[in-house]
């Protein structure tokens, strides 16, 4: 394995060989089997493969990672790197005690040096030249908590976790190691800076800086506090922010540093972790309700260089306008400010924003409306449908009536007296069971006053003989769109054996007329709610009495 380029005695290349080696043992390694994961770990053949080419021997450990943001929010929990048969903090040490070659392999690690040697690793999202021990440690674990795949926030398990599983004991353990590995390689590349051509102490600060302001990481911020070098300002300031203490953390950046913009990137970083414990419904960042620029104001006005303090004031509420609390930051602000001041760069342009919020605002509101609107009145079209046939309604079904004995001719419903204008157009039909009467009421709304209907109920309000037809259930049409007809039902329980005469039913039809959007045409309210409580209108029209004899339950 010392020449790269020679050939194997089977005939193949070596890099052909060295591949499909990797591969083997990286399905052994990812086959959730300990003792294979073991040998893996353990064999010399895993070592060479990351001597000579490490980041084709890296791929073994992290070739099962999710690699991009879809994979992690479709993985599962037990499915967690961290959760592999062997600890990770043992394949960390594996890793450390191997010597990779300090010439880079790859054209990528070759893009990556020159990114570092230009200066621009700021972010921390370049990928490590693996040439160091701690350089291949170091990807592992960013690769296991998914730092540079995307992982999002809103899909961390970490905060899903009942108390005592693994996951929840490994995690924040693996955490403090990666903290520690870039704190590790920050001081030794600055001390052996005069062979740092590639600038990697200034790398591994920035990507100690990403993972300590990184919303899914798990680290324990006092014991990373208690062992940081007094010099690494705006490392305090970040973990002084994970403990709550953000007064002190812009402090040290405004203050100490003497740098706005990097006081207005930790409240950015602040509101943006404000957001996604909103989206996952939880605190996790202190009090939420909190505005996360405003402290940064009172840090910035305790300058004892008023006119400096005033000015540095209004230049944080104006550049964060759209997110800042406006009125408690002005509120802030000292009374000697004049208000042409603050008119230009902050009031007038809040004011127009403002507007153009409540207009986006209201279209949104109207096309929910809307939205709202067709999907209710999909629904009541289907509620309608549901209980127009005799066999469809559950209700009835329900009662275990037997069979149909007969149903009687369509007649028309008609009041007792004067109808009211909004009166809907009512036929009846009754339909014989052996033990029960069921009167399906076809009611249209198509009268000349035309007004949407709710709750609309044909009601036997009486029995001229009780002890022998007794209501059982009824069913009424939540809502009656104009022009629509539907069905209502009323079921009886009758006796007919005990039918000596007729016995007279006393009917009411029930409706309440709701209230119309004059906009729109459609209700302001929906019939049928979780209350059943409507604010139109109720009217009850007693209709004419029906009567019920022993030879209507009979089959001829």
Known sequence: MDNPNKSTAGGWSYAKYESYTARMLQELWSSGNEKLAKLVLKSSTTKKILEVNPKLGLSIFTGNHPSCEKEWREMKMHEDPLLHPIDPLKTVDRLKSVNPPKVLQSSTEGKSSESIASGTFDDGTIQLPLTTPLALAVTFLESAFGISSRRSPLDDVYTLLPPGTLLEERAPVCHDE??????????????????????????????LRRFLSWPGAM???ERILASLPTSFLREHALLLGRLGRHDEALRILYCDLSSLDLALKYCDMLHSRKIISQKRQISAYGDDKRCAYLPLVRVALSSKDSEKAAASAIKIISHRRDVIDRGEALRLLPGSI????VARSFLIPALVESESEVRRLQIAASLLRTKYVDLKRSLTNAQITS????????????LDMGDLVKSSPSFKGRTSGSPAPSFPNITLIRHFFPRHLVIQARISNTTVDARILGDVAFVVAESSDE?????????????????STGSAWCALSVVPQRLDGAVGLTCELRYTILPVDITTGTPLSFA??????TTGRTFVEELQDIDVRQNDFKYF
């Open 338 to 341: 004049p208000l042409s001041a």
């Open 219 to 221: 680290y324990r911020s």
């Open 387 to 398: 209980q127009a046939q005799l066999q469809n309604v559950t209700a009835l079904q329900k």
């Open 467 to 483: 002890s022998v037809v007794t209501p059982a259930v009824e069913i009424p049409i939540k809502t009656l769109p104009i022009d």
């Open 528 to 533: 049928g709610g979780a209350s059943g409580a």
């Open 178 to 207: 990666l903290t520690y590995l870039l704190l590790e390689g920050v001081i030794s590349e600055k001390k052996g800076s005069g062979r740092d051509e590639l600038n990697l102490s200034k790398y591994y600060q920035s990507k």
